[in-house]
């Protein structure tokens, strides 16, 4: 007998329509939307409102998931154009876009953590989706292209741009 993974049980019995099996995919991948979400986004109240949207339409849509990429990768994109669609609904919210974006930085100093959240929060949005999927979640960048629906070569430029951008904004090098 083949012994399913975990994921891959739970996939198939939420295709199916289940909601407890869709709850524990969610649980697999929950932290890690929720620091990306918190990474675009900068604000928790804005993070919740943006996961509560994305989980819910996953759930209404989980039925087409086709498996093309991986349920981690749909749901990334599921949640990165969460946050697009709030970012765009906000777009007049100036608290929104002022607060800073706070990066995990277990062994830095507080002001350094400042530092690069405030330089983080300087950033395009398109720039800190590229940082915190590549840099921070470790997406591979054919990976990081799909979920944000731009080609291989657009993942690489923007991430180019955002890494120099950070390196000035740290003061590591001059314009």
């Known amino acids: 007998m083949v012994r399913m993974e975990p994921e891959s049980l739970h996939l198939r019995k939420a295709r199916d329509g289940d909601p407890v099996a869709f709850t524990a995919l969610i649980r697999l991948y929950d932290e ?9 986004l900068g604000d928790r109240t ?11 339409n996953a759930f209404r849509a989980i039925r087409r998931f086709r498996g093309d990429a991986s349920f981690k990768n749909w749901m990334f994109r599921i949640v990165h154009n969460a946050c697009i669609d709030l970012i765009r609904r906000r777009r007049d919210d100036v608290e929104l876009f002022e607060t800073a974006a706070v990066m995990s930085d277990p062994a ?50 923007r991430l180019n741009r955002a890494r120099a951008a950070m390196r000035k904004e740290l003061g590591g090098e001059e314009g």
């Open 46 to 56: 804005a993070m919740d409102d943006a996961l509560q949207n994305a989980y819910l």
């Open 108 to 157: 830095g100093d507080g002001i350094a953590r400042l530092d690069l959240a405030a330089a983080f929060a300087q950033m395009t949005t398109e720039h800190r989706a590229v940082l915190a999927l590549v840099d921070v979640e470790g997406l591979d960048y054919a990976a990081a292209a799909d979920v944000l629906a731009v080609p291989v070569g657009t993942v690489r430029s």
């Open 32 to 40: 890690q939307l929720r620091a990306y979400a918190y990474r675009i």
